[in-house]
């Protein structure tokens, strides 16, 4: 198990008992009590659990996360501009990976029907959306199925991607900002989108403007990490001189 699946799992573990013990924790995960003790200092720090002698206790709720449906509804309009200026970085007869995502799951939509690429996707709507497209040739990443995101996730995804070299992946992000970077408020979530961004040689952030500043609890990578970013008109020019400057494209649909 990965650190970030560990730590989502103490989590719960922590909000379902009012509490952990390093020792019993150590003895379900099969690692050092030191390991769990490192665990519990980065949840600390995070602001989710609060250290006491011998483990820690819950000091609030998860990062609330909304389910598909209702981000789905947010900047809707945005969002088709997003996809359909996103299109113009499809590469001719090459291999893309699309990302878990409402703005990525309308750009899968928006694909034409006579597309010639290659496709990987851990998204459930993504591929649903492109199973149909005679001229797609479809690879569906596997793993434990989020039902928040209908995503998979865990060690089944992660090591499917580590074998993978595409052309460019179309990343989506819960928060986006120069300080903080790109987040997601889900661990296992985090760790399988920082596999997609190693796997792609160039990546394209599809963001609407209302998360850019959004903070969330999983950190999965940097602005820098990202070629192009295609966000909406609402972002400043400002704002967007301000990430031009340290390296990524801005395109405002």
Known sequence: MYAPERQQEILRLAQEGGRVDVLSLAEEFQVTAETVRRDLKALDRAGLLRRVHGGAIPVGRLDFEPDLAERDAVAADEKDRIAQAALAELPTDGNVIIDAGTTTARLAAAVPVDAALTVVTHALPVAA???????????????????????????????????????????????????????????????????????????????????????????????????????????????ARSIESRGTEVVRA
């Open 129 to 239: 959306r492109l199973a149909d497209h005679p001229g797609i040739a479809l690879h569906l990443v596997g793993g434990r199925v989020r039902h928040r995101t209908r995503a998979a996730v865990d060690a089944w995804a992660l090591g499917a991607y580590a074998e993978i070299s595409a052309d460019v992946v179309f990343l989506a992000t819960n928060g986006f900002s120069p300080d903080s970077g790109l987040t997601t408020p889900d661990l296992a979530e985090a760790a399988v989108k920082r596999a997609v961004v190693k796997a792609a040689r160039r990546v394209v952030l599809l963001a609407d403007s209302g998360k850019f500043g959004q903070r969330h609890f999983a950190r999965f990578g940097d602005l820098t990490d990202v070629d192009l970013l295609i966000t909406d008109t609402s972002l400043s020019r400002d704002d």
